[in-house]
């Protein structure tokens, strides 16, 4: 899957979400009626994504609350931490900052169960 594909599905989701949210505030909840959609949604990507690449794509979308806004919250932070080689001093590097940054963490780390271009 490239970034664009990955994207497009991402802003779908997000245009998606949003229609919903618009309506709830009308007075209409939906959220019964596309469950359904929802529940499939979540198994086609199971069907991309290795486990913990599910898992970083479900943190991304929904506790970071991506698919609110389609930005997220930003303080809600994932990190890797490394060490200096010299001085041994920790270095914490943000992961998954935006939406490029989840698809190049999943790509990096193998998560894709089909190949995918780099």
Same mark, same amino acid.
């Given at each position: 899957?490239?970034? #664009?594909?990955?994207?497009?599905?991402?802003?779908?989701?997000?245009?998606?979400?949003?229609?919903?949210?618009?309506? @709830?505030?009308?007075?209409?909840?939906?959220?019964?009626?596309?469950?359904?959609?929802?529940?499939?949604?979540?198994?086609?990507?199971?069907?991309?994504?290795?486990?913990?690449?599910?898992?970083?794509?479900?943190?991304?979308? @929904?506790?970071?609350?991506?698919?609110?806004?389609?930005?997220?919250?930003?303080?809600?932070?994932?990190?890797?931490?490394? @060490?200096?080689?010299?001085?041994? #001093?920790?270095?914490?590097?943000?992961?998954?900052?935006?939406?490029?940054?989840? @698809?190049?963490?999943?790509? #990096?780390?193998?998560?894709?169960?089909? #190949?995918?271009?780099?």
């Amino acid at each position: 899957m490239t970034f #664009e594909s990955f994207k497009q599905v991402t802003d779908l989701m997000v245009a998606s979400s949003a229609k919903i949210d618009k309506t @709830y505030e009308v007075g209409i909840d939906l959220i019964e009626f596309v469950d359904d959609y929802n529940t499939t949604i979540h198994f086609l990507w199971s069907q991309l994504l290795t486990t913990d690449g599910l898992d970083w794509f479900n943190w991304f979308m @929904y506790e970071k609350n991506y698919l609110c806004d389609g930005i997220g919250n930003p303080e809600l932070q994932a990190f890797h931490k490394t @060490y200096d080689p010299v001085t041994s #001093e920790p270095i914490e590097t943000e992961i998954v900052a935006d939406l490029k940054g989840l @698809y190049d963490y999943l790509l #990096e780390n193998n998560y894709f169960k089909c #190949e995918s271009p780099k």
